[in-house]
């Protein structure tokens, strides 16, 4: 695995993982690398500081599950407090978000399902929408 800091026209920096070099390139190539901040494709490896091993460095050890486990739990219930308040629209998000944005509906704090297309569009039209880092599961098919 190869981790590479990429950088979309719009100015994102963001990081992802590939199995390789090649990997990275043929999925960039394919229009399939996007970014996770407004859904842009064209995308260029941006500058990387090199990976210096300290003495004693552990780097390619993945680290223990408890603490995959446990940062995933923090970053969940994070999210969870972000969205309280907020109602879910699932597929109708785009659209709610632009009605809003034009003033058509009242502004309240949302969150459902778009498309990278769709996102792309609101990102386009001035619509201020942010991705969750985690997937929301629809109220309808949570226990």
Not at 28 to 57: H, L, R, S, Y
Not at 79 to 95: N, T
Not at 110 to 134: F, M, N, R, W, Y
Request: charged share 20%.
């Amino acid at each position: 695995m190869i981790v590479f800091d990429l950088r979309c026209d719009a100015g994102h920096v963001f990081e992802a993982w590939f199995a390789s070099s090649t990997a990275y390139a043929d999925q960039a190539a394919a229009g399939q690398v996007a970014c996770p901040f407004c859904g842009d494709t064209a995308i260029e490896k941006a500058v990387m500081a090199p990976g210096i091993p300290t003495k004693g460095n552990r780097r390619g050890e993945a680290p223990p599950p408890a603490l995959v486990k446990q940062a995933l739990h923090q970053l969940a219930a994070a999210q969870a407090r972000a969205l309280e308040g907020s109602q879910w629209v699932g597929d109708a998000f785009a659209s709610r978000a632009r009605a809003m944005h034009q003033g058509e509906e009242d502004h309240k704090p949302i969150h459902g399902q778009a498309s990278i297309a769709e996102t792309k569009a609101l990102v386009d039209e001035g619509v201020k929408v942010a991705p969750l880092p985690l997937p929301v599961v629809p109220p309808e098919k949570s226990n």
